[in-house]
T-cell receptor, first 115, second 113 residues
Framework: DAGITQSPRHKVTETGTPVTLRCHQT?????MYWYRQDPGHGLRLIHY???????DKGEVSDGYSVSRSKTEDFLLTLESATSSQTSVYFC??????????????FGNGTRLTVT | AQSVAQPEDQVNVAEGNPLTVKCTYS??????LFWYVQYPNRGLQFLLK??????LVKGSYGFEAEFNKSQTSFHLKKPSALVSDSALYFC???????????FGIGTKLQVIP
């Protein structure tokens, strides 16, 4: 799957605990994205990155933070998990060469359950 | 702001029949349109895209899509459905100069043997 690894694949955590999800890519792509997928909502953008240490908010960024200290890694952190953050989280990447034309490539997702 | 609408939650079609999955979009500039497919417990896979040029775009697995600027639509089509086409399909739009890609809510395609 286009050299994208998400970890962990599954996680169960308790309300109020911090959680970090990792996305690792081997494609050296500039753009990286975090989406969440929920029934009836499709995919919604949480945060995205357009380079090392360059990030911006998406449409559902409240309660989430991100960091990108290296090209290959994009971390998503839930500072204090809530039940509303139970979801499937997808990382995606996009290449540089013709960014307007190039599609997103997705990882296999992380299923997060907050109890 | 850009948006995508997929008006059907689910589409049922008999194997061998043609299929259509609908998508309409709204953007302020020129649209870049994509279709993705998702199989259970997997990420989304790219099917096809429209950037410019011919309004009929061909993609993977025999799928094609027709871009209609006047109707702001980008419907996904296939002449003859296979049971293995059963999956969740997402339409997405990206407007140039704006790095955010917006997805529709998805349409579940069920191909009946």
């Amino acid at each position: 799957d286009a050299g994208i690894t998400q970890s962990p694949r599954h996680k169960v955590t308790e309300t109020g605990t911090p959680v970090t999800l990792r996305c690792h890519q081997t494609e050296n792509h500039r753009y990286m994205y975090w989406y969440r997928q929920d029934p009836g909502h499709g995919l919604r953008l949480i945060h995205y990155s357009y380079g090392v240490k360059d990030t911006d908010k998406g449409e559902v960024s409240d309660g989430y933070s991100v960091s990108r200290s290296k090209t290959e890694d994009f971390l998503l952190t839930l500072e204090s998990a809530t039940s509303s953050q139970t979801s499937v989280y997808f990382c995606a990447i996009r290449g540089d060469r013709s960014s307007y034309n190039s599609p997103l490539h997705f990882g296999n997702g992380t299923r997060l359950t907050v109890t | 702001a850009q948006s995508v609408a997929q008006p059907e939650d689910q589409v049922n079609v008999a194997e061998g029949n043609p299929l259509t999955v609908k998508c309409t979009y709204s953007v302020s500039g020129n649209p870049y349109l994509f279709w993705y497919v998702q199989y259970p417990n997997r990420g989304l896979q790219f099917l096809l895209k429209y950037i410019t040029g011919d309004n009929l775009v061909k993609g993977s697995y025999g799928f094609e899509a027709e871009f209609n600027k006047s109707q702001t639509s980008f419907h996904l089509k296939k002449p003859s459905a296979l049971v293995s086409d059963s999956a969740l399909y997402f339409c997405a739009v990206f407007s140039g100069g704006y790095q955010k890609v917006t997805f529709g809510i998805g349409t579940k395609l069920q191909v009946i043997p």
